[in-house]
Every structure is written in structure tokens, then in C-alpha cells.
T-cell receptor, first 113, second 112 residues
Framework: NAGVTQTPKFQVLKTGQSMTLQCAQD?????MYWYRQDPGMGLRLIYY???????DKGEVPNGYNVSRLNKREFSLRLESAAPSQTSVYFC????????????FGPGTRLTVL | AQTVTQSQPEMSVQEAETVTLSCTYD???????LFWYKQPPSRQMILVIR??????QNATENRFSVNFQKAAKSFSLKISDSQLGDAAMYFC?????????FGAGTRLTVKP
């Protein structure tokens, strides 16, 4: 039981490049989330998926897109990376979309030059 | 708008002593949940403790306990018998349906 896994762990991009962050969970959770963590700001919600087949914007969605590929997988795409997107990205999942506890992946450190 | 404030950017405690981390939040909701997460240098976010707003009893998990003051909108974390492994960033979080807010974090240092 691996919980929530994320790939890659580290990534360096040049401005304008695109990439997709992958997330998978094996806990049979219905809801999944993407956060970014910046120094001094805690975590901020980018997008979430309440259940398979649905996605919604969070607090800071600009510059990102997501895909809920199936119940297990939820990917985050940067179409044209900008230096402002340099951050640590966390994926999380929870049993349902109400107020259940979220379980986090190990994070991806992304640097955009 | 809902906000979560952790007023102590850094705290330190002597091993085996007790330390309290502060968290206040702002909300007009009556039904919500509060969490404390620990983030060690490995970067993994680990749930420490969870409190349902409708419960008056303060949550406890072994050496970790909270002081939940709903009227004051305060949610502090007490760590008893501090251990070296408790050294980490601690984040307070508020959740109401899909609204999630995290505080900026408190860095806890444990001195041997």
C-alpha cells in the first residue's frame, strides 16, 4: 500500500516549456487535489477532483490544467511554464469530497528558469 | 474570506519539555474541520491531529493535543514530552467542504 505517489520528484524547466506532473493513489479514494507550496505561504489549492470525471478550480488555477484519468490518477499540466510557477507541488487524496482527512504525496520540486 | 493565521514563524523547545503552537482562523461557517500537519525535512505532509468543529471535546493523539476554542476561533497544538523527531514545520489547516486554507507554518526546533 503506497498511499499517494507522485512523479517526478524533481524537475527543471525552461520558461515556455510544458510538462505534466503525475499523481496516483491506491486507497480507493474518490477525491483528489493539487496544491502548491511556496515559502512563507503554506499550501494553496490549485485544482481538485471531487470524484472520477469531475474537476474544479481551487484558489490559484491560472496557468494549470488537470485531468482525472481514472479513479486512481490525477495529473497536473503546465502548458507554458513561467518562473512564477517555481514551487513544490503536492498531490493529495481523500475518501470523499466533504471534510474527510487528506493524505499527501511526497511532493515534486519544480524549478522554472 | 476564510483565513488561517499562525503567528509564530519559529518556536524552539527543550527535549522532554512541552510546547504550544498557535493557530487562529476566520470563518462564518458553523460546520468545518481543523487539522495540524507536520512536515519534516523529507517534505512529506503528515497528519498530526484533526478536530471536528461540532465536537466540544478537544482531540488528542498520544503526546499531541489541541485546545479548540470555537468562539475565539483558536486552535492551538500542544506537544508534550517533546522529542528530537518532533522537529519540523507544522501547518494548521481549515476545511469546510471544498474550501481549504493552510496557515504559513511554524518551524519547530527541538534542542537536546
Amino acid at each position: 500500500n503506497a498511499g499517494v505517489t507522485q512523479t517526478p520528484k524533481f524537475q527543471v524547466l525552461k520558461t515556455g516549456q510544458s510538462m505534466t506532473l503525475q499523481c496516483a493513489q491506491d486507497m480507493n479514494h474518490n477525491s483528489m487535489y493539487w496544491y502548491r507550496q511556496d515559502p512563507g505561504m503554506g499550501l494553496r489549492l490549485i485544482y481538485y477532483s471531487a470524484s472520477e470525471g469531475t474537476t474544479d478550480k481551487g484558489e490559484v488555477p491560472n496557468g494549470y490544467n488537470v485531468s482525472r484519468l481514472n479513479k486512481r490518477e490525477f495529473s497536473l499540466r503546465l502548458e507554458s511554464a513561467a518562473p512564477s510557477q517555481t514551487s513544490v507541488y503536492f498531490c493529495a487524496s481523500s475518501r470523499d469530497y466533504s471534510t474527510d482527512t487528506q493524505y499527501f504525496g511526497p511532493g515534486t520540486r519544480l524549478t522554472v528558469l | 474570506a476564510q483565513t488561517v493565521t499562525q503567528s509564530q514563524p519559529e518556536m524552539s523547545v527543550q527535549e522532554a519539555e512541552t510546547v504550544t503552537l498557535s493557530c487562529t482562523y476566520d470563518t462564518s461557517e458553523s460546520d468545518y474541520y481543523l487539522f495540524w500537519y507536520k512536515q519534516p525535512p523529507s517534505r512529506q505532509m503528515i497528519l498530526v491531529i484533526r478536530q471536528e468543529a461540532y465536537k466540544q471535546q478537544n482531540a488528542t493523539e498520544n503526546r499531541f493535543s489541541v485546545n479548540f476554542q470555537k468562539a475565539a476561533k483558536s486552535f492551538s497544538l500542544k506537544i508534550s514530552d517533546s522529542q528530537l523527531g518532533d522537529a519540523a514545520m507544522y501547518f494548521c489547516a481549515y476545511r469546510s467542504a471544498f474550501l481549504v486554507r493552510f496557515g504559513a507554518g511554524t518551524r519547530l526546533t527541538v534542542k537536546p
